[in-house]
């Protein structure tokens, strides 16, 4: 066992990593869930037709059309965001554009690694990696959007590397 000094100068930060982005598909999924969402919205909006204040019915329907138009602006963006990184001894996972979130698992920690898939993404043919590792805090790292063959290609490289380095 050695215990050399590590320069921080000479270390690739997290930062400056190559991200893969999730499938183009990906966001296809997203702009389908927030349509479906607003528009139950929308629905609901309406029964205000059937209240003592019906006027409130228009009003409510404008904030409910301005926020989709601006939550689809904002999915257009971040699905260029989103993407994950795998080096020699850690998962890195990338997203959000307002609230930007980085998230590390180092292979040592993992516990359980899936492949899954939900409706939206299913018909869509995409597919879900989940590392879910041993720390309290941080209890899993989700990557979305991929084509079922880079999913399980991950989770097969993840759990080879689980095999070969045991701690």
């Excluded at 059309?65 to 601006?70: E, Q, R, T, V």
């Excluded at 990338?94 to 920690?109: A, C, N, Q």
């Excluded at 899936?114 to 993404?121: A, C, D, G, R, T």
């Excluded at 979305?144 to 380095?165: C, F, S």
Aim: overall charge neutral; aromatic content about 10%.
């Amino acid at each position: 066992m050695t215990n050399h000094q590590i320069f921080l100068e000479k270390i690739t930060p997290v930062e400056d990593l190559l991200f893969e982005h999730v499938n183009e598909k990906y966001r296809s999924v997203h702009i389908a869930v927030i349509i479906l969402i607003y528009s139950v919205l929308a629905v609901l909006g309406l029964l205000l037709l059937f209240t003592d204040y019906p006027i409130w019915c228009i009003p409510a329907e404008i904030l409910i059309i301005i926020s989709a138009l601006i939550n689809l602006s904002i999915v257009a963006r971040a699905w260029k965001f989103k993407g994950y990184a795998m080096r020699e001894n850690d998962i890195t996972y990338r997203s959000g554009i307002i609230f930007p979130k980085l998230t590390t698992i180092p292979f040592e920690r993992i516990q359980q690694v899936s492949v899954k898939q939900n409706p939206v993404s299913k018909f869509y043919g995409l597919f879900t990696v989940e590392i879910i590792n041993g720390a309290q805090g941080l209890s899993s790292l989700t990557i979305p959007g991929l084509t079922e063959e880079r999913a399980n290609q991950i989770k097969n490289m993840v759990i080879d590397r689980l095999k070969h380095d045991p701690n």
